[in-house]
């Protein structure tokens, strides 16, 4: 017998109604994005300059998380000093051979524009990339290299077009050796696989990402991902908090057993409201594999230990299985308890309040 929530992930017009923009429709269609904005940022996004010694990514809440992924799925190959900087500052040591990856969603992100006025004033390489408004007109009248791309949903959906995008440059600056076409379009393949058995037409019996959704209605989820898919942790925690106004949050292996373990033996009552979360690899590194087993085993033995392992060839395939999966799970949660997942009034309002009082200091 259904209950009462499994009918609500399974009412297609129930849901249809609550996600009043589409989010889901954009959702899955992140991966298609991502090949899209490649193919045309290999043609358009450039810097004049090819002598590079670092780079630094300007880009906060859904405009930072492609600049992470990049950084955790780049971290064996990309050939210069990567950085994320997620604040006001540009870093001290940039100078003419750094450059700038300045992401904004809206164009309006007060930090990302104030990174990107310190790094006009000390001559560092920069490119712009959003949807429009202040940071691509500035770009435009400073005569330096920009992406522009078109959505109407927030930050977080349009992970495909900035992510694309910025590998796209990378490659074009020759910070990376290879071309990630191949492994953007097996990517498209996966979730496209993926979305015929977790999508919202799937009922709950057959569909995994409804499941954990269920289990997770009424607890807070921590999730802890096997590199290089650490940036899968914090975008699951990001999506969560703004889908469903709840908390969650993520740490990685292998760090967690140097500290973070201790929390889950059973003497800690806490745990009860807690569910972790495991994303694994499917290719084998067996030290890694043989690790997360022992961890796995001082998990409290009351926790609902949820296992999750990637499909696909490629780095960037599996990540895109990760990443579709789990912005699945945090959609189906907030449909669960009613939500429309694309709405923050409350970020809104304070980003609102913050940009004014931003404007009047310059």
């Not at 780095?315 to 308890?337: N, Q």
Request: hydrophobic letters at 40%; aromatic letters at 10%; one cysteine or more.
């Amino acid at each position: 017998m259904q209950s009462e929530q499994q009918i609500y992930l399974d009412d297609i017009t129930r849901i249809k109604n609550l996600d009043k923009l589409s989010m889901h429709s954009y959702l899955c269609s992140i991966a298609k994005d991502t090949l899209k904005s490649y193919d045309k940022a290999k043609k358009d996004l450039r810097i004049p300059n090819d002598h590079i010694s670092n780079i630094i990514g300007a880009g906060m809440g859904g405009s930072g998380m492609p600049l992470l992924a990049l950084q955790y799925l780049l971290k064996d190959e990309i050939k210069f000093p990567y950085l994320v900087s997620q604040d006001y500052i540009l870093p001290n040591y940039a100078d003419s051979n750094t450059v700038l990856i300045a992401i904004s969603d809206s164009g309006e992100t007060e930090e990302v524009i104030s990174q990107y006025r310190q790094a006009k004033d000390k001559n560092v390489q920069t490119i712009a990339i959003g949807k429009g408004s202040r940071l691509i007109e500035m770009a435009k009248t400073d005569n330096i290299s920009y992406f522009v791309y078109s959505s109407p949903v927030p930050a977080r959906a349009a992970f495909g077009f900035m992510f694309g995008s910025t590998l796209a440059f990378l490659e074009n600056v020759g910070a990376i050796c290879h071309d990630k076409k191949e492994s953007l379009l097996e990517s498209i393949e996966i979730v496209k696989k993926l979305n015929e058995s977790i999508g919202i037409n799937t009922p709950t019996q057959d569909n995994i990402a409804k499941k954990i959704a269920l289990l997770l209605i009424d607890m807070i989820p921590i999730l802890y991902v096997e590199p290089p898919f650490g940036s899968i942790g914090s975008r699951f925690a990001k999506m969560f908090n703004e889908n469903t106004g709840r908390f969650a949050f993520y740490n990685q292996f292998p760090e967690i057993r140097h500290n973070e373990i201790m929390s889950w033996l059973p003497t800690n009552d806490l745990n009860s409201k807690l569910t972790p979360i495991l994303l694994r690899d499917n290719k084998k590194y067996s030290q890694m594999d043989n690790e997360i087993d022992e961890i796995k085993k001082l998990f409290d033995v009351n926790s609902n230990v949820i296992e999750i392992r990637t499909d696909g060839k490629s780095k960037i395939g599996r990540f895109y299985y990760l990443l579709h999966l789990t912005d699945m799970i945090a959609y189906y949660v907030a449909i669960l308890i009613g939500k429309d997942p694309s709405i923050t009034p409350v970020l809104q309002e304070l980003k609102n309040k913050l940009r004014s009082s931003f404007i009047l200091s310059y």
